[in-house]
Structure formats: structure tokens, C-alpha cells
């Protein structure tokens, strides 16, 4: 296994997230929306894709 762990905070709400980047056969432009906030908080553009696992929420953004 050759998959990097990292922890990735959201840079709008800064929810936490684990962070396993993973290689693909093919180059791929994409980017991630933050599950709490749904803004924007990563993009690539490359064979190494990353997959988020949420880990904390912020307090202020918690929902009912
Ligand atoms: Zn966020």
C-alpha cells in the first residue's frame, strides 16, 4: 500500500478531514466540496486524486 494519509482542514469552516491521496491510471482535473460548508476546499489536476473522510465538524456549523 502506498497511500498517504494527511489531515486536510477546510480553510472556510475548518472542519477536519483525513485526507488519502490515491493514484490513478489517468490524469484528472476535479475538485472537492467541503461537506459542511459546500464551498470549494480542494483541487487537482493530476493522477494522484485525493479522498476526504470527515472527521470533525466546526461547533458553528453543526446541524440539527
Ligand atoms: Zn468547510
Known amino acids: 500500500m502506498s497511500t498517504t494519509m ?3 482542514k477546510c480553510p472556510h469552516c475548518s ?5 488519502i491521496m490515491t ?3 489517468f490524469r484528472q482535473r476535479s475538485y472537492a466540496n467541503c461537506q459542511v460548508c459546500w464551498k470549494p476546499m480542494y ?7 485525493p479522498r ?3 472527521l ?3 461547533d458553528n456549523t ?3
Open 56 to 58: 470533525v465538524q466546526p
Open 43 to 49: 483541487s487537482w489536476a493530476s493522477t494522484r486524486v
Open 23 to 25: 493514484h490513478i491510471s
Open 15 to 19: 472542519a477536519e478531514y483525513e485526507m
Open 62 to 64: 453543526r446541524r440539527p
Open 6 to 8: 494527511t489531515i486536510f
Open 52 to 54: 476526504f473522510t470527515l
